[in-house]
């Protein structure tokens, strides 16, 4: 089955810094890749995702990139702020709709 | 984007009691929707798929008859525990695929199942 790792688990920026997340998946069958950002006590709330036939995409201060080639992809979340703290998970299925395997999560902590 | 909700969002229940979780899409129709359980600071487990009209999917080493799964109309699933005890305490989160966003999947808000 597909496994998807997340690195790294814990990471600490400065406000206005940028923060990098990054995962792999092994199911090159793959082609739908999600990310969520889940607070406290809360359910996953979706924040952008990507298909394999689309290498980036953008929404304001947050991207994912993917290489398919490589089977990995990657968020970037520009001028962070303090309300970007969060766990942030990705995840991958083939296709949209269909179960989602997740990676361990990254908790971000943004200082003010 | 779409909105899924989940009743209750908290709940206590005695040891040996069931308690039953419901899961609603609320604007659109969902024939697929997922149950997960998530223990503190880990990550989001599927336990099962939840398939309207049919019998829910289980996913290996998840009780099937401990948790009961029902998706008896398109907008609404439930997920029942049964005889309940300490260690099914968790944070339990649906999920359901919306086909008009190509079927992105969206979460419920949670919700923690406490017995005591």
């Known amino acids: 089955g597909e496994n998807v790792e997340q690195h790294p688990s814990t990471l600490s920026v400065q406000e206005g810094d940028s923060a990098v997340i990054k995962c792999t998946y092994s199911?090159?069958?793959?082609?739908?890749f999600p990310w969520y950002k889940q607070e406290l006590g809360k359910g996953p709330q979706l924040i952008i995702d990507?298909?394999?036939?689309?290498g980036e995409k953008k929404d304001q201060r947050i991207a994912v990139t993917l290489n398919k080639t490589a089977k990995h992809f990657s968020l970037h979340i520009t001028e962070t702020q303090p309300e970007d703290s969060a766990v942030y998970f990705c995840a991958a299925s083939k296709g949209a709709g269909n179960m989602l395997t997740f990676g361990g999560g990254t908790r971000l902590m943004v200082k003010p | 984007g779409a909105v899924v909700s989940q009743h209750p969002s908290r709940v206590i229940c005695k040891s040996g009691t069931s308690v039953k979780i419901e899961c609603r899409s609320l604007?659109?129709?969902?024939?697929?929707m997922f149950w997960y359980r998530q223990f503190p600071k880990k990550s989001l487990m599927l336990m099962a798929t939840s398939n309207e009209g049919s019998k829910a999917t289980y996913e290996q080493g998840v009780e099937k008859d401990k948790f009961l799964i029902n998706h008896a109309s398109l907008t609404l699933s439930t997920l029942t525990v049964t005889s309940a005890h300490p260690e099914d305490s968790s944070f339990y989160i649906c999920s359901a695929a919306e086909a008009l966003s190509g079927n992105t999947i969206y979460f419920g808000e949670g919700s923690w199942l406490t017995v005591v």
């Open positions: 990507i298909r394999s036939n689309v």
């Open positions: 604007d659109f129709q969902a024939t697929t």
């Open positions: 199911d090159s069958a793959s082609n739908y």
